[in-house]
């Protein structure tokens, strides 16, 4: 399996499983007093921000494409032919994924809980990588 196959294999699980604590009807104050179930939908929210950005580096590579860093990595996208809305979405996940990495003791419960919520482009990310990986 290549490692890209394996990137798009552990996105599809990580969403699968935030798919499954958002059905659980998880609340702000859920994530304050739980510190597992904060830490369980923290990471799995930082993996699947960490994946995008891989799957994206490694696209821009193989393109030939340059980046400086995660944000234009993902901006590399349009470059390759990737709706231009689903670029803009996509390219906040560097910087939700710098807040949850560094700025831990900032993280806002809400705005975790509309992450949860907007899943959405980072699924239709993956079904446009699978579908031009042939995966």
């Given at each position: 399996m290549?490692?890209l196959?394996?990137r798009?294999?552990?996105l599809?699980?990580y969403l699968d499983?935030l798919?499954?604590?958002?059905?659980?009807?998880?609340r702000?104050?859920d994530?304050?007093q739980d510190l597992?179930?904060?830490?369980?939908v923290?990471?799995?929210l930082?993996?699947?921000?960490?994946m995008?950005?891989?799957?994206?580096?490694?696209?821009?590579?193989?393109?030939g494409?340059?980046f400086?860093?995660y944000?234009?990595?993902?901006?590399?996208l349009?470059?390759?032919?990737?709706?231009?809305?689903?670029?803009?979405?996509?390219a906040?996940?560097?910087?939700?994924?710098?807040?949850?990495?560094h700025?831990?003791l900032?993280?806002?419960?809400e705005?975790?809980?509309?992450?949860?919520?907007?899943?959405?482009?980072?699924?239709?990310?993956l079904?446009?990588?699978?579908?031009?990986?042939?995966?």
């Amino acid at each position: 399996m290549s490692l890209l196959a394996q990137r798009l294999s552990e996105l599809r699980k990580y969403l699968d499983h935030l798919h499954r604590l958002r059905a659980r009807g998880i609340r702000a104050g859920d994530l304050r007093q739980d510190l597992s179930l904060r830490n369980d939908v923290l990471h799995s929210l930082l993996m699947v921000a960490q994946m995008v950005i891989d799957v994206a580096g490694e696209l821009s590579v193989s393109a030939g494409l340059a980046f400086a860093d995660y944000r234009e990595a993902v901006e590399n996208l349009r470059e390759l032919g990737f709706p231009k809305p689903l670029v803009e979405q996509l390219a906040r996940l560097p910087g939700f994924r710098n807040v949850v990495v560094h700025g831990y003791l900032r993280v806002d419960e809400e705005r975790v809980l509309r992450a949860l919520d907007e899943l959405e482009p980072v699924e239709e990310f993956l079904a446009l990588v699978a579908r031009r990986a042939g995966a």
